[in-house]
C-alpha cells in the first residue's frame, strides 16, 4: 500500500512541476502578446497623427 502511495506520490509531483513550467510558458505567451498588441495600437495611433 505505501509503495503505490509513494508511486503516485512521485507521478504527482512530477505531474505538478511539468504543470508548473507550462503556466509560466503560457504566462510568457500571454505577456509576449500582449506587448505585442501594445507596439501595434502605438504604431497605429502614431501613423493616424
Known amino acids: 500500500m505505501s509503495n503505490t502511495f509513494i508511486k503516485s506520490l512521485n507521478c504527482y509531483s512530477n ?3 511539468s504543470f ?3 503556466g509560466q ?3 510568457f505567451l ?3 502578446i500582449h506587448r505585442g498588441v ?3 495600437l502605438e504604431m497605429e495611433s ?3 497623427k
Open 15 to 17: 505531474y505538478k512541476l
Open 20 to 22: 508548473d513550467k507550462m
Open 25 to 27: 510558458i503560457i504566462l
Open 30 to 32: 500571454f505577456k509576449f
Open 38 to 40: 501594445m507596439i501595434l
Open 46 to 48: 502614431l501613423a493616424k
